[in-house]
C-alpha cells in the first residue's frame, strides 16, 4: 500500500482514470459544506506516482452567477471505445443550498457535465451546467 497525497489542497474524494499513457489523480479541495469546495488534478506516467500538478489544475469549481456552489467529491466516466468522457459530482441544491449555511453540505444534488482535454492532455476546465449533459440524437 502507498499513501500519495498530492499537494497541501488535498482533502477527499480521490478518483484516479486511465487516459492515452496518463494516470489522472483527482481530489477534491475545501470541505463539503464550504460554497468553495472544487476538483484538482494531477498526472502521471505510473499508478504508483509521483504525481506532478499542473499549473492550473482546476477540474471544476462554482459558477456564483448560476446559483452553483461546492462542486466536489467526483467520479470521472467514459463512454466505452471513445475518448467522450464525463465528470460526475455533487454540489449545493439549487437555487436554495447557498442559504443553509452548513447544512448545505448535506442538502446536495448530483450532476454531471462533459470533461474535455486539450491537446496536450490537460483537462480543460469544466464550467458547471444546470442543464447537464445533453443526449446523443440517433440518425
Sequence with gaps: MKAITPDATFREG???????????????EDDTRSPNYRVRYGISNSPAGPVTIPPNNIVISKVPEKGIYATGHNSVIQVPRTDEWYI????????????????????????????????????????????????????
Design 14 to 28: 480521490t478518483e484516479v482514470f486511465y487516459r492515452k499513457g496518463k494516470y489522472y489523480f483527482l481530489w477534491s
Design 88 to 139: 460526475v459530482y455533487h454540489r449545493f441544491n439549487v437555487p436554495d443550498g447557498i442559504t443553509m449555511g452548513d447544512a448545505a453540505g448535506y442538502n446536495r444534488e448530483v450532476c454531471i457535465d462533459r470533461l474535455r482535454f486539450d491537446d496536450r492532455g490537460f483537462i480543460i476546465p469544466v464550467i458547471p451546467t444546470l442543464e447537464g449533459i445533453q443526449p446523443v440524437s440517433s440518425k
